[in-house]
Protein backbone atom coordinates (compact mmCIF):
# COMPACT_ATOMS: atom_id res chain seq x y z
CA UNK A 1 0.00 0.00 0.00
CA UNK A 2 1.41 3.34 -1.25
CA UNK A 3 0.77 6.89 -1.91
CA UNK A 4 -2.12 6.96 0.68
CA UNK A 5 -3.64 10.25 1.47
CA UNK A 6 -3.38 11.91 4.51
CA UNK A 7 -5.92 14.29 6.42
CA UNK A 8 -4.34 17.68 8.16
CA UNK A 9 -5.57 17.73 11.65
CA UNK A 10 -7.94 20.45 11.58
CA UNK A 11 -10.15 18.01 9.31
CA UNK A 12 -10.08 14.88 11.35
CA UNK A 13 -13.23 13.75 12.57
CA UNK A 14 -14.16 14.11 16.39
CA UNK A 15 -14.08 10.60 18.05
CA UNK A 16 -17.94 9.30 19.05
CA UNK A 17 -19.20 9.24 22.22
CA UNK A 18 -19.35 5.76 22.32
CA UNK A 19 -15.72 5.35 22.79
CA UNK A 20 -15.79 4.87 26.39
CA UNK A 21 -18.75 2.29 25.90
CA UNK A 22 -16.54 0.16 23.42
CA UNK A 23 -13.65 -0.02 25.36
CA UNK A 24 -15.42 -0.91 28.35
CA UNK A 25 -17.48 -3.84 26.64
CA UNK A 26 -14.16 -4.73 24.66
CA UNK A 27 -12.00 -4.98 28.02
CA UNK A 28 -14.87 -6.98 30.22
CA UNK A 29 -15.04 -9.96 26.72
CA UNK A 30 -11.63 -10.48 27.11
CA UNK A 31 -10.71 -10.01 30.84
CA UNK A 32 -14.02 -11.12 32.37
CA UNK A 33 -13.31 -12.01 35.59
CA UNK A 34 -9.84 -11.06 35.82
CA UNK A 35 -6.51 -11.84 33.78
CA UNK A 36 -5.00 -14.94 35.02
CA UNK A 37 -1.84 -14.59 32.90
CA UNK A 38 -0.97 -11.11 34.18
CA UNK A 39 -1.98 -12.31 37.97
CA UNK A 40 1.38 -14.17 37.95
CA UNK A 41 3.18 -10.56 37.58
CA UNK A 42 3.74 -8.14 41.02
CA UNK A 43 1.25 -5.71 40.66
CA UNK A 44 3.16 -3.03 41.19
CA UNK A 45 5.99 -4.17 38.74
CA UNK A 46 6.82 -1.14 36.18
CA UNK A 47 7.26 -1.58 32.37
CA UNK A 48 7.90 0.16 28.96
CA UNK A 49 5.26 -1.17 26.25
CA UNK A 50 6.50 -0.04 22.88
CA UNK A 51 3.85 -0.87 19.88
CA UNK A 52 4.82 -1.02 16.48
CA UNK A 53 3.44 -1.00 13.53
CA UNK A 54 4.59 -3.48 10.36
CA UNK A 55 2.88 -2.33 7.23
CA UNK A 56 2.45 1.27 5.78
CA UNK A 57 -1.41 2.20 6.81
CA UNK A 58 -2.91 5.54 7.74
CA UNK A 59 -3.51 4.97 11.71
CA UNK A 60 -6.19 5.12 13.07
CA UNK A 61 -8.21 4.30 16.60
CA UNK A 62 -5.64 6.13 19.14
CA UNK A 63 -8.99 7.38 21.28
CA UNK A 64 -9.73 3.30 21.53
CA UNK A 65 -6.15 2.46 22.31
CA UNK A 66 -5.88 5.18 24.70
CA UNK A 67 -9.00 4.58 26.50
CA UNK A 68 -7.78 1.16 27.15
CA UNK A 69 -4.37 1.52 28.65
CA UNK A 70 -6.35 4.40 31.15
CA UNK A 71 -8.88 2.22 31.81
CA UNK A 72 -6.29 -0.75 33.40
CA UNK A 73 -3.46 1.86 34.31
CA UNK A 74 -5.21 5.48 34.73
CA UNK A 75 -1.19 7.10 35.43
CA UNK A 76 0.06 5.20 32.55
CA UNK A 77 2.60 7.52 30.73
CA UNK A 78 1.34 7.65 26.82
CA UNK A 79 3.17 8.89 24.37
CA UNK A 80 1.70 9.26 20.35
CA UNK A 81 4.67 8.64 18.03
CA UNK A 82 2.61 8.89 15.31
CA UNK A 83 -0.15 11.37 14.99
CA UNK A 84 -4.04 9.98 13.99
CA UNK A 85 -4.74 10.22 10.74
CA UNK A 86 -0.86 9.91 9.36
CA UNK A 87 0.60 7.58 7.63
CA UNK A 88 3.18 5.38 8.43
CA UNK A 89 6.07 2.70 7.19
CA UNK A 90 6.82 -0.40 7.94
CA UNK A 91 8.57 -1.38 11.45
CA UNK A 92 7.72 2.04 12.75
CA UNK A 93 7.41 2.56 16.70
CA UNK A 94 3.31 4.49 17.07
CA UNK A 95 3.34 4.57 21.04
CA UNK A 96 5.29 3.60 23.83
CA UNK A 97 4.10 3.24 27.24
CA UNK A 98 5.25 3.46 30.97
CA UNK A 99 3.22 1.87 33.93
CA UNK A 100 2.65 -0.72 35.69
CA UNK A 101 3.09 -4.25 33.90
CA UNK A 102 0.26 -6.38 34.47
CA UNK A 103 -2.19 -3.20 33.65
CA UNK A 104 -0.24 -3.15 30.33
CA UNK A 105 -0.49 -6.91 29.79
CA UNK A 106 -4.09 -6.97 30.34
CA UNK A 107 -4.71 -3.67 28.32
CA UNK A 108 -2.69 -5.12 25.67
CA UNK A 109 -4.91 -7.39 22.96
CA UNK A 110 -7.76 -4.64 23.35
CA UNK A 111 -5.41 -1.71 22.41
CA UNK A 112 -4.02 -3.41 19.35
CA UNK A 113 -7.63 -4.81 18.30
CA UNK A 114 -8.98 -1.10 18.02
CA UNK A 115 -5.91 0.28 16.12
CA UNK A 116 -5.61 -3.00 13.84
CA UNK A 117 -9.70 -2.82 12.99
CA UNK A 118 -9.59 1.32 12.10
CA UNK A 119 -6.15 1.07 11.02
CA UNK A 120 -7.27 -1.09 8.23
CA UNK A 121 -10.54 0.61 7.65
CA UNK A 122 -8.84 4.04 7.09
CA UNK A 123 -6.03 2.52 5.48
CA UNK A 124 -8.83 0.98 3.05
CA UNK A 125 -10.72 4.23 2.72
CA UNK A 126 -8.14 6.45 1.81
CA UNK A 127 -6.82 3.73 -0.88
CA UNK A 128 -10.44 4.20 -2.77
CA UNK A 129 -10.36 7.83 -2.09
CA UNK A 130 -6.50 7.84 -4.09
CA UNK A 131 -8.35 6.22 -6.78
CA UNK A 132 -10.29 9.01 -7.51
CA UNK A 133 -8.14 11.95 -6.78
CA UNK A 134 -8.93 14.94 -9.60
CA UNK A 135 -12.94 13.78 -10.09
CA UNK A 136 -15.62 15.30 -7.94
CA UNK A 137 -16.64 12.39 -6.33
CA UNK A 138 -16.44 11.19 -3.33
CA UNK A 139 -16.06 8.06 -1.81
CA UNK A 140 -18.76 7.11 0.98
CA UNK A 141 -19.68 4.21 3.18
CA UNK A 142 -22.46 2.27 3.94
CA UNK A 143 -24.18 0.38 7.11
CA UNK A 144 -22.76 -2.94 5.94
CA UNK A 145 -20.38 -2.80 9.58
CA UNK A 146 -19.34 -4.91 12.50
CA UNK A 147 -22.20 -5.29 14.49
CA UNK A 148 -21.68 -2.90 17.89
CA UNK A 149 -18.98 -1.10 16.28
CA UNK A 150 -20.26 1.27 13.19
CA UNK A 151 -19.89 4.63 14.84
CA UNK A 152 -16.29 3.29 15.50
CA UNK A 153 -15.99 2.32 11.41
CA UNK A 154 -17.75 5.32 10.46
CA UNK A 155 -14.96 7.51 12.17
CA UNK A 156 -12.47 5.57 11.03
CA UNK A 157 -13.71 6.02 7.31
CA UNK A 158 -13.49 9.56 7.71
CA UNK A 159 -10.41 9.21 8.38
CA UNK A 160 -9.42 7.94 5.81
CA UNK A 161 -10.23 10.65 3.87
CA UNK A 162 -13.87 9.19 2.82
CA UNK A 163 -17.48 10.14 3.42
CA UNK A 164 -19.92 9.00 6.25
CA UNK A 165 -23.83 8.02 4.78
CA UNK A 166 -26.48 7.81 6.67
CA UNK A 167 -25.55 6.29 10.48
CA UNK A 168 -28.73 4.29 10.91
CA UNK A 169 -32.27 3.80 9.88
CA UNK A 170 -32.97 6.69 11.64
CA UNK A 171 -30.76 9.68 10.65
CA UNK A 172 -31.89 9.82 6.90
CA UNK A 173 -34.40 8.50 4.45
CA UNK A 174 -33.29 6.00 1.64
CA UNK A 175 -35.70 4.82 -0.36
CA UNK A 176 -35.37 1.36 -2.12
CA UNK A 177 -36.95 -0.83 -4.57
CA UNK A 178 -39.69 -2.20 -1.84
CA UNK A 179 -40.00 1.03 -0.70
CA UNK A 180 -40.69 1.93 -3.91
CA UNK A 181 -43.20 -0.48 -4.44
CA UNK A 182 -45.03 -0.98 -1.19
CA UNK A 183 -45.69 3.15 -1.46
CA UNK A 184 -47.39 2.85 -4.83
CA UNK A 185 -44.43 4.06 -7.42
CA UNK A 186 -41.76 6.77 -7.23
CA UNK A 187 -44.13 9.74 -7.28
CA UNK A 188 -45.88 8.97 -4.22
CA UNK A 189 -42.35 7.40 -2.32
CA UNK A 190 -41.00 10.73 -2.67
CA UNK A 191 -44.04 12.47 -1.65
CA UNK A 192 -44.59 10.36 1.88
CA UNK A 193 -41.04 11.43 2.48
CA UNK A 194 -41.17 14.78 2.39
CA UNK A 195 -43.19 14.72 5.46
CA UNK A 196 -40.06 13.18 6.87
CA UNK A 197 -37.88 15.70 5.57
CA UNK A 198 -37.28 17.99 9.12
CA UNK A 199 -36.41 14.50 11.06
CA UNK A 200 -33.88 13.16 8.14
CA UNK A 201 -30.55 14.50 7.34
CA UNK A 202 -31.28 14.16 4.22
CA UNK A 203 -34.01 12.04 1.37
CA UNK A 204 -32.51 9.78 -1.14
CA UNK A 205 -33.89 7.59 -4.03
CA UNK A 206 -32.46 4.46 -5.76
CA UNK A 207 -33.19 4.27 -9.01
CA UNK A 208 -32.56 1.12 -11.39
CA UNK A 209 -33.52 2.62 -14.66
CA UNK A 210 -33.13 6.27 -16.65
CA UNK A 211 -37.15 6.23 -17.19
CA UNK A 212 -37.54 6.18 -13.02
CA UNK A 213 -34.11 8.58 -12.88
CA UNK A 214 -36.43 11.29 -14.65
CA UNK A 215 -39.83 10.57 -12.59
CA UNK A 216 -37.56 11.07 -9.26
CA UNK A 217 -36.76 14.21 -10.48
CA UNK A 218 -39.52 15.59 -11.97
CA UNK A 219 -41.00 14.23 -8.52
CA UNK A 220 -38.31 16.93 -6.68
CA UNK A 221 -35.43 14.58 -5.85
CA UNK A 222 -32.61 16.02 -4.63
CA UNK A 223 -30.47 12.88 -4.07
CA UNK A 224 -30.96 9.76 -6.15
CA UNK A 225 -29.14 6.45 -5.79
CA UNK A 226 -28.49 4.44 -9.06
CA UNK A 227 -27.80 1.22 -8.60
CA UNK A 228 -25.82 -1.56 -10.54
CA UNK A 229 -26.06 0.69 -14.05
CA UNK A 230 -22.95 -0.07 -16.53
CA UNK A 231 -20.98 2.71 -17.70
CA UNK A 232 -23.28 3.96 -20.71
CA UNK A 233 -26.57 4.30 -18.53
CA UNK A 234 -24.18 6.19 -15.94
CA UNK A 235 -22.88 8.62 -18.45
CA UNK A 236 -26.41 9.35 -19.57
CA UNK A 237 -27.66 9.44 -16.30
CA UNK A 238 -25.30 12.25 -15.57
CA UNK A 239 -26.41 13.84 -18.69
CA UNK A 240 -30.49 13.92 -17.87
CA UNK A 241 -29.13 15.33 -14.23
CA UNK A 242 -27.53 17.95 -15.76
CA UNK A 243 -29.55 19.11 -17.77
CA UNK A 244 -31.96 19.87 -15.69
CA UNK A 245 -32.78 23.65 -14.61
CA UNK A 246 -30.59 25.22 -12.00
CA UNK A 247 -31.76 24.09 -8.48
CA UNK A 248 -33.20 21.31 -9.39
CA UNK A 249 -30.58 19.30 -10.14
CA UNK A 250 -29.72 16.50 -7.75
CA UNK A 251 -26.79 14.60 -5.98
CA UNK A 252 -26.07 11.48 -7.73
CA UNK A 253 -24.61 8.29 -6.19
CA UNK A 254 -23.36 4.87 -7.71
CA UNK A 255 -23.69 1.68 -5.06
CA UNK A 256 -23.58 -1.80 -6.53
CA UNK A 257 -20.55 -4.12 -7.33
CA UNK A 258 -18.14 -1.41 -7.14
CA UNK A 259 -14.49 -2.43 -7.09
CA UNK A 260 -10.79 -0.47 -6.58
CA UNK A 261 -9.98 -1.00 -10.35
CA UNK A 262 -13.42 0.07 -11.60
CA UNK A 263 -13.10 3.37 -9.58
CA UNK A 264 -11.46 5.98 -11.99
CA UNK A 265 -14.11 4.67 -14.70
CA UNK A 266 -16.71 5.07 -12.69
CA UNK A 267 -15.84 8.29 -11.10
CA UNK A 268 -14.69 9.80 -14.49
CA UNK A 269 -19.17 9.91 -15.21
CA UNK A 270 -19.48 12.66 -13.42
CA UNK A 271 -21.51 11.31 -10.39
CA UNK A 272 -20.63 12.65 -7.12
CA UNK A 273 -20.37 9.73 -4.70
CA UNK A 274 -19.60 6.36 -4.79
CA UNK A 275 -20.55 4.21 -1.96
CA UNK A 276 -18.73 0.98 -1.00
CA UNK A 277 -19.96 -1.54 1.16
CA UNK A 278 -16.47 -3.11 1.39
CA UNK A 279 -14.77 -0.48 3.36
CA UNK A 280 -16.36 -1.60 6.57
CA UNK A 281 -17.52 -5.28 6.06
CA UNK A 282 -14.12 -6.81 4.17
CA UNK A 283 -11.30 -5.02 6.58
CA UNK A 284 -7.86 -6.69 6.44
CA UNK A 285 -6.65 -5.61 9.86
CA UNK A 286 -3.55 -3.51 9.94
CA UNK A 287 -0.67 -5.52 11.61
CA UNK A 288 0.62 -3.75 15.11
CA UNK A 289 2.35 -5.61 18.05
CA UNK A 290 3.49 -4.88 21.19
CA UNK A 291 6.28 -5.53 22.73
CA UNK A 292 7.04 -4.96 26.86
CA UNK A 293 10.58 -4.17 28.64
CA UNK A 294 10.41 -4.75 32.82
CA UNK A 295 11.93 -2.04 34.73
CA UNK A 296 14.93 -2.92 37.21
Known amino acids: MSALPCLPPSQ????????????????AEDIGSGDLTASLIAPDRQATARVIVRESAV????PWATRAIRSLAPDADITWLLAEGARSTPGQLVLTVHGPAPALL???RTALNFLQLLSGVASKTAQYVAAVAGTRCQIVDTRKTLPGLRLAQKYAVAVGGG???????YDAVLIKENHIAAAGGVAAALAAA???AAQARFVEIEVETLEQLRQALAHGARMVLLDNMGLPLLREAVAINAAQPAGQQAVLEISGGVTLNSLAELAATGV???????????????DFSMRLELLP
Not at 12 to 27: F, G, H, K, S, Y
Not at 59 to 62: A, L, V
Not at 272 to 286: M, Y
Request: proline fraction near 6%; hydrophobic fraction near 40%.
Open 59 to 62: ICGQ
Open 194 to 196: RAL
Open 163 to 169: TNHRIGL
Open 106 to 108: SAE
Open 272 to 286: DRISIGTLTKDVQAT
Open 12 to 27: LPTPPACVADDVARAL
